[in-house]
């Protein structure tokens, strides 16, 4: 059973940075896509930045030059380094990947940025 658990979010002040973490198991993490994706209150879930297995990366306008998403392949992990954070920002982050057609999410983290 595929398995994602995102830690690190909270609560920074504007222009602070946070690393956010997904630890994946029940999968072979090297294989595959990974992808955060956002929700912030009221508004859609946004695709925020993706890598590949090759460690292709492409991320939202909003967010380039800001965050930055890798993986370590041995750690079965995939990290989003947010900087320069803004208070749009705020949001429950949320790691993805797809296998076999299908969508396995984790159960997300809270970013708050006060202004």
């Known amino acids: 059973q595929v398995q994602l658990v995102e830690s690190g979010g909270g609560l920074v002040q504007a222009g602070g940075s946070l690393r956010l973490s997904c630890a994946a198991s029940?999968?072979?993490?090297?294989?595959?896509?990974m992808s955060w994706y956002r929700q912030a209150p009221g508004k859609e879930r946004e695709d925020v930045a993706r890598?590949?297995?090759?460690?292709?990366?492409n991320y939202a306008d909003s967010v380039k030059g800001r965050f930055t998403i890798s993986r370590d392949n041995a750690k079965n992990t995939v990290y989003l380094q947010m900087n320069s954070l803004k208070p749009e920002d705020t949001a429950v982050y949320y790691c993805?990947?797809?296998?076999?057609?299908?969508?396995?999410w984790g159960q997300g983290t809270q970013v708050t940025v006060s202004s």
């Open positions: 993805a990947t797809v296998i076999a057609a299908q969508p396995t």
């Open positions: 029940g999968m072979a993490f090297r294989f595959y896509t």
């Open positions: 890598i590949t297995s090759g460690g292709s990366t």
